[in-house]
């Protein structure tokens, strides 16, 4: 279990059980059932002390906001709100939680490469307080849609790859989101916001990609926003993109690191006056979650594999599938003992691919025991489908030795709600 990516609040308790912010984890497990979402509280709140401690400690001029896509719950947007964060929202949906947590929307930034009508209506009338604008399309759409001026951000692919997986780069020329440098839609789509009667043209937005080791790039990437930057940017956001460990053997840079980093070229090219803003999602949320299965099936083929089959898989895990992720995994009753048997983790779905961890070491095991998965705290939840008519798992938050499910597990009947 060392070095593996759990939270920092993790321990086990006499009878060798993994315990998380004061929870026994074979007792979650029994309690709220399997497959469920573990989320250690402690986790999530000092991710968000650590971005908004780096920032004060450099500058007087920021704002972190939580990229809600990462685990749009509304426990989480309220638990944020009230660490200080602002938040990100994608579409009406991320909005009406955001909103529905209490959310000031002054502080509610609002993104989409395809904002429809209806979600710039919900914007307007809920009082968002500022459109990061990705289209010359949503431009028009907002001035026949807006009934009153909007604070909004150009945002701008300024043809940086950082090294990542290419489903997960955004910065690139090729690509769906935002007003390219190179090719001088960024500058035109200034401009054409700077001639709006309903967008009030605040600043730049950029971001270059998701779980990124290697932070150069964003450095190359604020001096590239500069080259564009007028006297009426008097903000700069960055985006997300700081990586995580999935695996004992990751070494991601600190959230310090990052913010140095950001903070150091944006005062440089920007100078002090303008404020720098991130939107992490991953790096507050993704180390704070552990799933819990239980295995179900254990298949030996002598001399080929050994299938351990769990009672999730990729409706509540698609990222091994999606992006080849990997990922480690205990046993709740025993994570300190030596893995001793070399096997593959299954999901419980109608495919060969519903694979969630290719090799992995585990003591010995058996039908019935609880297979702890870490470090899949954000984008799980969020992409979780009911691919086999599989109810979705609960949310559950370990705080300080209690329990609570913030959402409750989807049940069959739930799969039928909507059919008319
Ligand atoms: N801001 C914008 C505009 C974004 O598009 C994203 C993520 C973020 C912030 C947050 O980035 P983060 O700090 O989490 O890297 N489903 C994929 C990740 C997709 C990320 C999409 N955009 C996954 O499971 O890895």
Excluded at 46 to 74: G, N
Excluded at 304 to 325: E, F, K, Q
Aim: charged fraction near 25%; charge should be negative; aromatic fraction near 8%.
């Amino acid at each position: 279990m060392a070095g593996m990516p759990f939270p920092a609040a993790t321990s086990t308790n006499d009878e060798g059980h993994l315990v998380v912010d004061g929870c026994d984890l074979v007792e979650i497990a029994a309690e709220f059932g399997t497959p469920a979402y573990l989320f250690s509280v402690s986790e999530m709140r000092s991710r968000a002390r650590a971005y908004l401690e780096a920032f004060s400690a450099r500058s007087d001029r920021f704002e972190v906001l939580f990229a809600s896509k990462a685990l749009p719950v509304t426990a989480a947007y309220r638990l944020f709100a009230e660490q200080g964060l602002s938040v990100d929202v994608a579409s009406g949906g991320e909005l009406t939680m955001a909103l529905a947590a209490g959310y000031d929307p002054q502080r509610i930034y609002m993104h989409g490469n395809n904002k429809t009508d209806k979600e710039l209506e919900l914007a307007d009338r809920s009082g968002v307080g500022t459109l990061i604008v990705d289209s010359f399309d949503e431009i028009e759409r907002c001035e026949r849609i807006l009934d009153r001026k909007v604070d909004a951000m150009v945002r701008v692919t300024p043809g940086i790859e950082p090294s990542t997986h290419d489903y997960i780069q955004t910065g690139q020329i090729d690509s769906k989101f935002g007003f390219g440098l190179e090719d001088g839609s960024a500058e035109a789509a200034i401009d054409r916001v700077l001639g709006s009667d309903r967008l009030e043209l605040v600043g730049l937005h950029c971001h270059i990609g998701s779980q990124i080791f290697a932070i150069e790039p964003f450095r190359l990437a604020v001096e590239a926003l500069a080259t564009i930057a007028g006297d009426w940017c008097q903000m700069v956001n960055l985006g997300g993109g700081l990586g995580i460990s999935y695996l004992s053997e990751d070494d991601p840079p600190e959230i310090e690191e990052y913010v140095e980093l950001k903070v150091e070229a944006v005062k440089r090219c920007f100078g002090d006056g303008v404020r720098i803003q991130v939107e992490p999602g991953r790096s507050l949320v993704g180390t704070a979650g552990l799933t819990v299965y239980t295995i179900g099936t254990v298949k030996r083929i002598p001399g080929v594999r050994t299938y351990v089959a769990v009672d999730g898989g990729m409706s509540d895990n698609l990222r091994p599938m999606l992006y080849d992720a990997r990922y480690e995994a205990v046993l709740a009753d025993r994570p300190e003992r030596e893995g001793d048997t070399e096997v593959t983790v299954a999901g419980s779905h109608c495919e060969s691919g519903d694979i969630l961890i290719r090799d992995v070491s585990l003591p010995d095991p058996a039908v019935g025991d609880i297979l702890v998965i870490p470090a899949t705290g954000a984008y799980g939840y969020a992409m979780a489908n009911n691919y086999n008519g599989m109810p979705r798992p609960p949310v559950v938050f370990l705080d300080d030795g209690s329990a609570s499910a913030v959402v409750r597990r989807e049940t069959w009947q739930d799969l039928m709600a909507r059919d008319r």
